[in-house]
Nanobody, 123 residues
Framework: EVQLVESGGGLVQAGGSLRLSCAAS????????IGWFRQAPGKEREGVSC????????YYADSVKGRFTSSSDNAKNMVYLQMNSLKPEDTAIYYC????????????????WGQGTQVTVSS
């Protein structure tokens, strides 16, 4: 059974940093992507970043490019999202998710989801 567990959320002032972690287990597919998504109240879930298991390549939404960095530690089955220069508009519940195959920021393409972790950025 595929399981994803996020951690690391919290309250931070604008301009600050947080690092989210996603502990992954139960994968049975060879090549997969892990994406980070967020959902703010009253808004649709949006893709933030994704990372490929095959070569570690990453892709970011324009809204976070240059501020967020996704990385992985395959030995520990962990994926991280380093978030710098946080803005109040980054406030949301952040989720990690996984799918077999190529990277995409489309949440509808992902099959397995974590429970989410709250990130709140105060102005």
């Amino acid at each position: 059974e595929v399981q994803l567990v996020e951690s690391g959320g919290g309250l931070v002032q604008a301009g600050g940093s947080l690092r989210l972690s996603c502990a992954a287990s139960g994968f049975t597919f060879d090549h997969y992507a892990i994406g980070w998504f967020r959902q703010a109240p009253g808004k649709e879930r949006e893709g933030v970043s994704c990372i490929s298991s095959s070569d570690g390549s990453t892709y970011y939404a324009d809204s976070v490019k240059g501020r967020f960095t996704s990385s992985s530690d395959n030995a520990k089955n962990m994926v991280y999202l380093q978030m710098n220069s946080l803005k109040p508009e980054d406030t949301a519940i952040y989720y990690c998710a996984t799918r077999s195959g190529k990277m995409t920021l489309d949440p509808d393409e992902y099959d397995y989801w974590g429970q989410g972790t709250q990130v709140t950025v105060s102005s």
